[in-house]
């Protein structure tokens, strides 16, 4: 998220997209991943999300600097699952598209460019075609 405190959240901040931004920005100066063959960026529950939200981002923050490195991502149990499979009455995207906005979330770049709603890029399970780096 890229969200202030404030009463809407209930005081928390969601500094997520700045968190991940300052992270791949100390990677790249203080290490050597520039200049590795392979990397792979993995989250895990909320961690796959931020994984899916920014595969492509990290992946052409690295081509910047090496266009050989082959960059890929693993979302283990992320929000890639279709919205059919649930019991009825239950709209596990609107919960989505809920903290999506509270948080202020940012999703793939090429995905909401597409979409000014914003809506089909709450979800891997709905925004995977916009990846380009293997997910």
């Not at 910047?64 to 279709?82: A, E, K, L, Q, T």
């Not at 059919?84 to 989505?96: A, M, R």
């Not at 890029?121 to 709905?126: A, M, V």
Request: hydrophobic share 35%; glycine share 6%; charged share 20%.
């Amino acid at each position: 998220g890229t969200r202030e405190a404030s009463w809407f959240t209930n005081n928390y901040t969601f500094h997520g997209k700045f968190i991940f931004k300052a992270m791949a920005d100390d990677l790249i100066e203080n290490t050597w991943i520039t200049q590795a063959e392979q990397v792979i960026l993995m989250g895990g529950s909320a961690g796959a999300i931020g994984t899916e939200a920014n595969c492509d981002y990290f992946s052409a923050l690295l081509h910047d600097f090496n266009p050989d490195i082959d960059v890929r991502c693993i979302s283990d149990s992320g929000s890639m699952y279709p919205f059919s499979v649930h019991t009825q009455n239950c709209y596990p995207q609107l919960l989505e598209y809920t903290a999506y906005n509270i948080w202020k979330a940012e999703s793939d770049q090429s995905c909401e460019e597409d979409n000014p709603s914003k809506l089909p890029c709450i979800s891997f399970g709905t925004a995977y075609r916009y990846a380009d780096t293997p997910i």
